[in-house]
């Protein structure tokens, strides 16, 4: 099939490479290069990377206007895919027979509506959440479902180890939406339920309070597992990747550590923590058998 591949994340970027495995004939149309970085020189969208290693034609856009409109209609696209794109597209795409426009979100909508499914999911503590196949609407994440297919979120899972398991099934899924759209069966169908949304973390999310329970905590620094949950220690940031609530007794006040042997456990408000793996600033990342090594007070305050 020939397809035109929409995509600025990361999260798409093993189903650009299953799609370029199948053979299929892909564009991709993705962000023009942004700014990034301490020197802030320009860089292209993760996507464009990947597919400049696969060979993969690129298109690079800032906006999606009659120029680009033109140009995709002439390709002969059989199918668009849409999957962390990063703009809005125009109804002249989304409301178009052919090619026919899907877009994939990691949650099962109405369910987490929004730029942040996976992590609001994890934040919260849900028990499952998965990936939907929609129709495009001019209200995001609001289009009828193609397909739709659940996934557990295991105790264990932070968001490293889930994003695989969502990207597997999305690929599972473009399959099954593939042999049903040639041999002419695609049907849609209302989004049924309470929505609920997912918005971007705000810059005070991405920081600790230690007041509140463990299992809170926890979940947080599962749904931060790439970027580290942040807290300090003394002047310095500390990045925060793995934790585990601890059978240890609720004596520790909140933010409270103390080293034990090769073990680091913290208070909160309610439960305690044991910390599997962390950073503090100007060191690399390490697991608390490392750190406590290093450490000079076997007993302190975090986010003091």
């Not at 994440?141 to 969502?166: A, F, H, T």
């Not at 473009?174 to 989004?191: H, S």
């Not at 240890?248 to 208070?267: F, N």
Request: glycine share 8%; aromatic share 8%; net charge neutral.
């Amino acid at each position: 099939m020939k397809i035109a591949f929409f995509s600025s994340g990361t999260f798409g970027l093993p189903v650009l490479e299953e799609l370029k495995k199948e053979s299929h004939e892909i564009v991709l149309i993705t962000k023009v290069d942004a700014p990034s970085g301490r020197g802030l020189k320009l860089q292209p969208s993760p996507s464009a990377v990947v597919a400049e290693v696969l060979q993969i034609p690129i298109v690079k856009v800032n906006s999606l206007k009659s120029d680009f409109i033109e140009w995709y209609f002439s390709q002969g696209f059989d199918v668009a895919i849409v999957v962390d794109f990063g703009f809005y597209i125009p109804k002249q795409l989304f409301q178009a027979d052919e090619p026919v426009m899907v877009n994939i979100h990691p949650s099962l909508l109405p369910k987490y509506r929004g730029p942040n499914p996976i992590r609001r999911a994890i934040c919260r503590g849900e028990l499952e959440t998965g990936v939907t196949l929609i129709k495009i609407s001019e209200k995001m994440d609001e289009g009828d479902i193609y397909l739709q297919e659940r996934v557990p979120i295991d105790p264990d899972d932070d968001y490293v180890s889930l994003n695989p398991k969502l990207q597997h099934v999305t690929m599972e899924l473009l399959r099954k939406f593939f042999l049903e759209l040639k041999k002419g069966n695609l049907r849609a169908f209302p989004q049924l339920g309470a929505p609920s949304y997912a918005p971007k973390f705000t810059p005070d999310e991405l920081w600790i309070d230690w007041q509140k329970p463990a299992h809170d905590i926890q979940n947080q620094v599962r749904a931060l597992a790439d970027v580290g949950a942040k807290t300090t220690l003394g002047s310095k940031l500390v990045k925060i990747f793995k934790v585990r609530v601890s059978g240890m007794e609720d004596s520790l006040p909140p933010g409270h550590y103390v080293a034990e042997k090769e073990s680091l456990y913290v208070g909160t408000g309610q439960g305690s923590l044991e910390i599997l793996s962390l950073q503090q600033e100007g060191r690399k990342k390490q697991d608390a058998a490392s750190f406590v090594k290093g450490l000079r007070e076997k007993e302190g305050v975090f986010g003091a």
